[in-house]
């Protein structure tokens, strides 16, 4: 398995509290990126990053944030969490130094994210 | 809009049976295509990417199919086992250098 962390695995919090999201990679590898997974929506792009302090933002970028100052961690922040955010958000990152079209993506195995 | 379709949402087949699921994609001009399973509350697994150059990618009791013309990917699962239970979802880079995912197929084997 490549080697990416993602913190907390679960989380509860209530509407209009910050939440930041961890993904730390071991691999060295340039790209990273965050999605969240929906039923009936499959997995949305939400910002991805193609280097330090290189970010752009995914299909559903509103409401979130993104921070990379070193290459092993991507945050993903919630400014002020909304219940449409609860979701399942995963990290994923490339396993080459090509964007992920071009390289398998290898993900993290989730945060479970519940917003009351 | 570009679209990945996986249909159905859902299959069910005995043990030993060969099986076939299937992606559709709304626009032929691909970088190329990839396979992930995922299992219940875990990560997806990358299982083939197929470029957008070839027909098909093997390992081994899977086979990834590309046909662009047709909009059309498959996977086949040869002799299928329980183990292979998971939900399985295929994701198009439609040369924009980010994927887009279909919503699976949960894939079931009956022992």
């Known amino acids: 398995d490549a080697g990416i962390t993602q913190s907390p695995r679960h989380k509860v919090t209530e509407t209009g509290t910050p939440v930041t999201l961890r993904c730390h990679q071991t691999?060295?590898?340039?790209?990273m990126y965050w999605y969240r997974q929906d039923p009936g929506h499959g997995l949305r792009l939400i910002h991805y990053?193609?280097?330090?302090?290189?970010?752009d933002k995914g299909e559903v970028s509103d409401g979130y944030s993104v921070s990379r100052s070193k290459t092993e961690d991507f945050l993903l922040t919630l400014e002020s969490a909304t219940s449409s955010q609860t979701s399942v958000y995963f990290c994923?990152?490339?396993?080459?130094?090509?964007?992920?079209?071009?390289?398998?993506?290898?993900f993290g195995n989730g945060t479970r994210l519940t917003v009351t | 809009k570009q679209e990945v379709t996986q249909i159905p949402a859902a299959l069910s087949v005995p043990e030993g049976e060969n099986l076939v699921l299937n992606c559709s994609f709304t626009?032929?001009?691909?970088?190329?295509l990839q396979w992930f399973r995922q299992d219940p509350g875990k990560g997806l697994t990358s299982l083939l990417l197929?470029?957008?150059?070839?027909r098909e990618q093997t390992s081994g009791r899977l086979n990834a199919s590309l046909d662009k013309s047709s909009g059309r990917s498959t996977l086949y699962i040869a002799a299928s086992q329980p183990g292979d239970s998971a939900t399985y979802l295929c994701?198009?880079?439609?040369?924009?250098?980010?994927?887009?995912f279909g919503t699976g197929t949960r894939l079931t084997i009956i022992p």
């Open positions: 626009d032929s001009a691909i970088y190329n």
């Open positions: 990053s193609y280097g330090v302090k290189d970010t």
């Open positions: 197929i470029q957008s150059s070839q």
């Open positions: 994923a990152i490339s396993s080459g130094t090509n964007p992920p079209g071009r390289s398998p993506l290898h």
């Open positions: 994701a198009v880079d439609f040369g924009n250098e980010k994927l887009t």
């Open positions: 691999e060295n590898h340039r790209y």
